[in-house]
């Protein structure tokens, strides 16, 4: 069971596996399914690196600013909730992750929902967030899993869905999908970014940027600046004592700082260049499944798909998010009860995304907003998400991303409401929903 949960929650297998099957499909010669598999492979475990190196940035830095502005509480982490759920749900986490997978591609082939999910980590996140969700309704094990596959099955296709007419208008094109379980944030940011107007001039890759400081329209070199500057800052505000004894093992604070913030915009830089590296392979590829299998199926890719669209908005839309995180927290701490504090990995991945996603639709103005309305709703969620975990609802984390947030709640709710009826009848009804085809109208020629 282990076995398979390390092979399905691998993006980088999952993906090369169905780029292996797609070129197949299409009957490539033995030269170019290689070089695409392989491709494909490298590229993703390119961007999983990135994504690492972002993450050893980024950890000390939410250590340093709990530490600096001395602020305790529930840190949203997918990682380390899923941790503890596993030990405990752990086999049917990993059966409803593959059910759900199958339930997924079924929804695609016979609905016109022609999305499947391909990030095989958020999909073991979700799968063991239903897997506590349908242990504290009540089902029994059977019921359980066929339940939480379903359920899992359909917000895979949906939360993709969601974006797409987000992901046309930024991506120009209708052929690849986003796959990342915080679309109901980035669909907020985006329709946020479209009470502004949004042009090539007001897009936050056209800052004009006075002449002696053109060096800044270089992302790389404007997220590590920018970077060095917060880390300094926060670095200052924790103190020298607390970062040598605690976080940099004994190397001076300020310098540490320094090779941290340089750590951060290398993972950007890596992830960037894997996600040229992918889409160059996965989308060619794909077209096999497609054909034979689901047609005119779209992959749904994890999120750094999207950053090269606009790097300078990933870094605007990490810092309003974070600020819409520190905001929130604010306010919990005025009104009482769980406060939630910001998380930098959530806010990094998702604001960065909302900040992609505003920026198309509303610009600068639209990607500041937006994002910040995403640290609002990542922030608020997993308050009124904690009550439906059980046991598990009173551990000193809990899921980060929005679509967990949504998810959840609808379905702990339902099972507070009337337990596993409640639960089966809303499944029964959202798939008959998704299963009701939608005539085009064509445009009458005059």
Sequence with gaps: MQTLIDILSQPAILVALIALIGLMA????????VKGTTKTFVGFLVISAGAGILETALVPFGAMFEQAFNVTGVVPNNEAIVALALSEYGTNTALIMFFGMIVNILIARFTRFKYIFLTGHHTLYLAAMLAVIMAVAGFNTVGLIAAGSVALGIVMTLSPAILQPFMRQLTGNDNVALGHFSAVGYAASALVGKLFKSSKENSTENINFPKGLGFLRDSTVSIALTMIIMYVIVALFAGATYIENELSGGTNFLVFSLIQAGRFAAGVFIILSGVRLVLSEIVPAFKGISTKLVPNAKPALDVPIIYPYAPNAVLIGFFASFLGGIFSMVIMIFTGGVIILPGVVPHFFTGAAAGVFGNATGGFKGSVIGSFV???????????????????????????????GVSGIFFGSLANYAGPIAIT??????????AIPVKKQKAETK
């Design 26 to 33: 299409q009957k490539r010669n033995m030269s170019d399914t």
């Design 374 to 404: 995403n640290g609002v709703v990542i922030s608020f969620l997993p308050v009124f998400l904690m009550p439906v975990l059980g046991d598990l609802g009173f551990a000193n984390t809990t899921f980060s991303d929005a679509d967990f």
């Design 425 to 434: 009848i809303s499944l029964i009804v959202i798939l008959a929903l998704m």
